[in-house]
């Protein structure tokens, strides 16, 4: 793991264990977040359209096994999900500010179910400039959420309501590769939602996105 994200998010997570250092924690939180975004807004700055869907390495045991524009999509789909189905019980960014349609995305669900070739076809299919505007949006939003958190707030367990509506959604497929998720999801609080798609996830898909770049050519 990248030394300064692997530093900031042990402080993180350090910090958001007592309650007198519960807003630092969430201050680093927001550190980290900042500092992935900025490393993938270079990124992308690199690439042209076509890069976005390569699959350099599709038989890798490892999130490098996708695609780059897969990458952004599921993290974003997963954040926008735990966000705002289960913590905040309110719409999600892709349908709120309607970026299925912006995006053009045949799918609205993480991607999990997608395996080789529908991932590539599934990354052909999305129109990049809105995408990366649906996932800075996600970021915002979640952002916010964070700003307003409290500790009590972040040992708060999910309801079998809250599962419920995750299901009823639809934005988790019901394939064996994905429908594990929702449990997953719902087995952790508030401050476990944070400790991993919000950090932790993160960090380790956009060191595959890295290195998937590397690969094709794409100097870091």
């Not at 349609?101 to 809105?130: H, M, W, Y």
Request: contains cysteine.
């Amino acid at each position: 793991m990248n030394k300064e994200w692997s530093e900031l998010n042990k402080k993180m997570q350090m910090l958001l264990r007592k309650k007198d250092t519960f807003k630092d924690g969430i201050s680093v939180c927001l550190e980290l977040r900042n500092t992935l975004s900025d490393a993938v807004e270079r990124l992308c700055g690199k690439l042209n359209n076509e890069q976005y869907s390569l699959m350099p390495y599709p038989d890798a045991n490892g999130y490098h096994c996708k695609t780059i524009a897969y990458s952004i999509w599921h993290t974003a789909r997963i954040e926008d999900i735990t966000a705002h189905m289960l913590i905040c019980g309110d719409e999600q960014v892709l349908f709120r500010d309607d970026y299925l349609k912006a995006t053009c995305s045949p799918i609205i669900t993480t991607g999990n179910e997608l395996v080789r070739d529908e991932i590539t076809a599934f990354s052909q299919s999305l129109n990049i400039s809105e995408l990366l505007r649906y996932a800075a949006n996600v970021k915002a939003s979640t952002d916010e959420l964070l700003s307003r958190l409290s500790i009590e707030d972040s040992k708060r367990r999910f309801s079998s309501d809250d599962k419920e509506r995750v299901i009823a959604s639809k934005s988790v497929s019901e394939d064996k590769n994905a429908v594990w998720l929702i449990d997953y999801w719902c087995g952790k609080d508030i401050a476990g939602i944070i400790k991993m798609p919000f950090t932790r996830h993160l960090i380790m898909h956009i060191e595959a996105m890295m290195r998937i770049a590397g690969k094709i050519g794409i100097e870091i």
